[in-house]
């Protein structure tokens, strides 16, 4: 069993869990992942690694509430434990050599983002990290967020933070400014790092991804996570989750997390409770 040794709430939509799994802790790398379950019935469900902390023991997860699995996650508490929590799972990002880089955050992909920027930042690498949310109500971390990069650039949607924008426009005007980058890391909805490496395409400008399609045993023998990148079929589990932004085929990669939808929007409808609207 791994317990929860802390839950904050983020915002309405978003919490944040350490777990106490010490063995994943003294090896998970950033851009890694784990894959938890929660009880004996329960769906393997992959969730990029936030954070560790090895001396505690700790993995710190972050996750939206978006279905039936995340919803009852979040009904647990300080001192609940999960049943499974295995990791680290697929290849670390590879960052060496990067001395200046735009990392690009969309939505719940700031969590991911955040441990790609400190990592760089920690090594003495210069960042831009650009992020974006719907409005400032939903805007997380901003404090862990300045201390992992040079430069923070917080976007919304609507502009009630002051900055109104998409990740995209902001990428730009810090190119148009005269900003050169060694690499930039985009990790957030498709259309979103799609639109990212379009833009960087013509300028030839290094551009790496995180893809994290349909996953369920995160070894690479169910095939669910197959993506098409440069022509050839690769396992987003275990020849990622990063991959050459160029080189992938978004369209088809949006055609297939569209594939399960019904079928998640109905098992979502049956677990509710009827009475009090929770999740079962």
């Known amino acids: 069993m791994y317990p929860i040794i802390q839950k ?3 915002n309405e939509t978003v919490t944040l869990m350490k777990i106490s799994a ?7 790398k950033p851009g890694q992942f784990i894959i938890f379950r929660i009880d004996e019935e329960g769906e393997r469900v992959p969730l990029t690694i936030a954070g560790t902390d090895p001396e505690e023991g700790s ?3 972050i996750f939206q509430k978006v279905g039936y699995t995340t919803e009852k996650l979040d009904t647990l508490e300080e001192g609940d434990a999960l049943l499974d929590f295995v990791g680290p ?3 670390p990002s590879h960052t060496e050599g990067i001395r200046r880089a735009a990392v690009i955050g969309g939505g719940l992909g ?9 990592a760089l930042h920690d090594a003495g690498a210069e960042v831009d990290l650009i992020v974006g949310f719907r409005n400032e109500h939903l805007i997380i971390l901003e404090e862990e967020l300045r201390a992992a990069c040079t430069n923070l650039i917080i976007m919304t949607d609507d502009g009630s933070n002051g900055h109104k924008g998409f990740v995209t426009q902001a990428l730009q005007a810090q190119i148009e400014a005269g900003r050169e980058y060694d690499a930039v890391i985009a ?3 498709l259309p979103m790092m799609k639109a990212v490496s379009e833009m960087t395409r013509p300028l030839g400008i290094k551009t790496i991804v995180s893809m994290n399609p349909i996953m369920i045993d995160g070894t690479g023998m169910c095939g669910g996570c197959r993506l098409t990148v440069g022509g050839e079929t690769k396992f987003a589990c275990v020849d990622g989750p990063d991959f050459d932004g160029h080189l992938v085929d978004f369209d088809e990669a949006m055609a297939r997390g569209r594939m399960f939808r019904p079928e998640e929007a109905e098992a979502r409808k049956k677990h509710l409770c009827r009475l009090t609207g929770e999740a079962r």
């Open 59 to 61: 993995v710190t997860i």
């Open 8 to 10: 904050r709430v983020l």
């Open 22 to 28: 010490p063995m994943v802790a003294r090896k998970a």
């Open 89 to 91: 799972l697929g290849e």
């Open 110 to 118: 700031v969590a991911i983002a955040y441990p790609q920027a400190k």
């Open 187 to 189: 990790i957030g909805p």
